[in-house]
């Protein structure tokens, strides 16, 4: 199975910061990578696939980058509405596997 | 609009099953897989396996063969997963999500709202 590993787990930024999540994995997955926001009480929200493509109505200030086993979520200019854990996603192979979550949190 | 309705929570005992089931509208049905994805309290999200709705076809994590079966009806455009012989680690939300057919597309792009299982004697 692909391990995926997501770093922090806790990120702590005001409104207005860029912050960077990163998520690795335990081998090659090209780009083959989803990016998902989760608000507490909620399903997942679909933000990016194939690494770096934006889900159509997804803010211009998420982007995604990386190939192989590193990847990146970076949000521009945090906005109130995106305090919420992120979690990554390979869907290069069977079993498909998520990183164990990154929880943006106010300052 | 694309919906993925789920069933309703659940409480039931260790050693019993529970079936849940994800009903689907504004999308043609058998165009796309139905996915099985677990949230145990406070932890991350674990994927079940899937149904193939428009073959039957079901593909599964080897850590639930033999404990989950995933099904579909196409004459109600449902989905469903049955899980057996519950433990109390398998209590957690339920989510069935959908994803393209197409190797290359396997991201879920809905989700349904979730269906709590608690297992708890």
């Known amino acids: 199975d692909i391990q995926m590993t997501q770093s922090p787990s806790t990120l702590s930024a005001s409104v207005g910061d860029r912050v960077t999540i990163t998520c690795r994995a335990s081998q090659s997955i090209s780009r083959w990578l989803a990016w998902y926001q989760q608000k507490p009480g909620g399903a997942p929200k679909f933000l990016i696939y194939?690494?770096?493509t934006l889900e159509n109505g997804v803010p211009l200030r998420f982007s995604g980058s990386g190939s192989g086993t590193e990847f990146t979520l970076t949000i521009s200019s945090l906005q109130p509405d995106d305090f919420a854990t992120y979690f990554c996603q390979q869907y290069n192979s069977y079993p498909l596997t998520f990183g164990g979550g990154t929880k943006v949190e106010i300052k | 609009q694309v919906q993925l309705v789920q069933s309703g929570a659940e409480v039931t005992k260790p050693g019993a099953s529970v079936k849940v089931s994800c009903k689907a509208s504004?999308?043609?049905?058998?165009?796309?897989?139905i996915h099985w994805v677990r949230q145990a309290p406070g932890q991350g999200l674990e994927w079940l396996g899937l149904v193939n709705t428009g073959t039957g076809a079901t593909e599964y994590a080897q850590k639930f063969q033999g404990r989950v079966t995933m099904t579909r009806d196409t004459s109600i455009s449902t989905a469903y997963m049955e899980l057996i012989r519950l433990g109390s680690d398998d209590t957690a939300i339920y989510y069935c999500?959908?994803?393209?057919?197409?190797?290359?597309?396997?991201?879920?792009?809905?989700w349904g709202q979730g269906s709590l299982v608690a297992v708890s004697s």
């Open positions: 999500a959908r994803t393209i057919t197409t190797p290359g597309y396997l991201f879920f792009d809905y």
């Open positions: 194939k690494a770096s």
């Open positions: 504004g999308h043609t049905f058998t165009g796309y897989y």
